[in-house]
């Protein structure tokens, strides 16, 4: 067994000796020689040793420092999901079904901070530059001073990253990027968290941002480890169908702004283009009223939103009717049929029950409860709510109504589109709805009663 090596530091100056002294030979400073205890017990080889490292500067709580600058690319959906824009020595993941239109989007987004001033540089690791450069002719954007590169050896890239030092680099994808240290095909787990762990570091290091696009499974998930959205500051995903000329890029993980905010876009043949109004378009005709169509008034992020819930309950044919959800969790589905059959007795036993969430936007928060319920007892009793009405409200499992937050900002931006009523819990926060009528209800059994005609 090796014998651990002793060592002894000045406590004044920090300079190493050999033995024992009376005397530093570094300071001159007497009896202030002591024993230096080792970082870690066990082999150099396995643990640190006795080596040291180099001391951190340590702050305290109260210290403030300016936020991080902000570069805006001037598309306002894209900083809206960044958080007001893109922060220097930033990574970020974004993810996507194939063909949803993430090259086409990350491609007017490097054309759009380059026109305002800024280096970017375009590494493909999937198709070559001629492609590329036919897709910016495509969407008028030959004259943009990008510079493309197609390489998948991340030693070239980095050499190169390192020698331009742009503004902003996009990584497309992070899938195709290999390291020539790992033994593995490019694309494996090892492979994609050591080139994510590069591009990272080397983000941090020189202070360029760094934009990573990654393959997406077939569950939805970014491909690969788990811990490469760890490694990044934001996580966004693209969201839509390929049939859909709508586009949401959702921020999943910010760590310089809100998570769940969202940025709408709308393919057309000139690329993505921007919806400054989502509202009007998730809603789009509604001027007659339909049995089973109910306006949720929802927040994403930090921006109000409104949608259109369509239910449809048809007589089955089937032992075990249908539930079809779209855009929507299947699970709270049916926990809402379970309190209206048990708080309020109205039972979908032998009724296929039919969910859609109208645009293409899919919704995550408890508000809708109200709007869902609403929705499939318009749809069972063929009774329609008046179209001028939106509905929220989170619904809890002893068929009260509880509040939900921000509900000024959601009867706002219902004012705005026009609405005049509006039907929630009580105890919201209203604040002043001006001449929207409210509906304050208590319980699912008022709204079945007062709104239904049922008891």
Not at 144 to 173: F, G, H, Y
Not at 359 to 383: F, H, K, Q, Y
Not at 390 to 415: D, H, I, T
Request: aromatic share 4%; with cysteine.
């Amino acid at each position: 067994m090796v014998k651990p090596v002793t060592q002894f530091a000045c406590s004044d100056c920090g300079a190493l000796h050999k033995k024992w002294t009376g005397r530093c030979d570094g300071c001159g400073a007497w009896n202030s020689i002591q024993e230096e205890v080792p970082l870690s017990q066990g082999p150099s080889k396995k643990s640190l040793g006795t080596m040291k490292g180099k001391r951190m500067a340590l702050t305290d709580l109260a210290t403030e420092e300016a936020p991080p600058p902000r570069t805006l690319s001037g598309m306002g959906e894209l900083d809206r999901v960044f958080g007001g824009g893109l922060v220097p020595a930033s990574a970020t993941l974004v993810g996507g079904d194939p063909g949803i239109g993430k090259s086409t989007l990350l491609l007017q987004a490097a054309a759009a901070f380059a026109q305002a001033g800024h280096k970017v540089i375009y590494v493909s690791g999937e198709e070559a530059t001629a492609q590329v450069r036919m897709r910016a002719q495509r969407l008028g954007l030959g004259d943009a001073p990008v510079k493309l590169a197609a390489e998948t050896n991340l030693r070239d890239v980095l050499t190169t990253l390192e020698a331009e030092k742009p503004d902003l680099a996009i990584i497309d994808s992070i899938q195709t990027m290999w390291v020539d240290t790992v033994d593995s095909a490019p694309g494996s787990v090892s492979q994609v968290r050591a080139s994510a762990h590069e591009l990272t570091s080397f983000a941090k290091r020189f202070g360029t941002s760094v934009v990573l696009v990654g393959h997406v499974t077939k569950e939805g998930q970014i491909a690969g480890p788990r811990v490469v959205e760890h490694m990044v500051d934001t996580v966004l995903y693209f969201e839509g169908e390929r049939g859909h000329q709508f586009r949401i890029l959702r921020a999943v993980k910010n760590r310089f702004g809100p998570a769940d905010e969202i940025g709408v876009f709308e393919m057309t043949g000139a690329g993505l283009a921007e919806v400054a109004n989502p509202s009007a378009l998730f809603l789009g005709d509604r001027d007659a009223p339909a049995p089973g169509s109910v306006v949720f008034a929802g927040i994403e992020g930090t921006r109000p939103v409104l949608v259109e819930i369509q239910a449809l309950v048809a007589p089955s044919q089937l032992s075990q009717p249908r539930r079809a959800v779209v855009g929507w969790d299947g699970g709270r589905l049916s926990m809402i049929l379970a309190v209206l059959e048990a708080r309020t007795g109205i039972s979908f036993q032998g009724l296929d029950v039919y969910l859609n969430v109208a645009g293409g936007i899919r919704i995550s928060e408890p508000a809708a409860d109200l709007a869902v319920a609403c929705a499939l007892l318009s749809a069972r009793e063929d009774a329609a709510i008046p179209p001028e009405t939106v509905v929220f409200g989170e619904l809890s499992l002893s068929g009260a109504l509880r509040p939900v937050s921000q509900a000024e900002n959601r009867l706002k931006e219902a004012a705005k589109l026009g609405f005049t009523a509006a039907m929630a819990p009580k105890g919201c926060k209203t604040g002043d709805a001006g001449e929207m009528s409210l509906r304050l209800l208590p319980d699912l059994a008022t709204l079945v009663g007062e709104v239904f005609g049922a008891g």
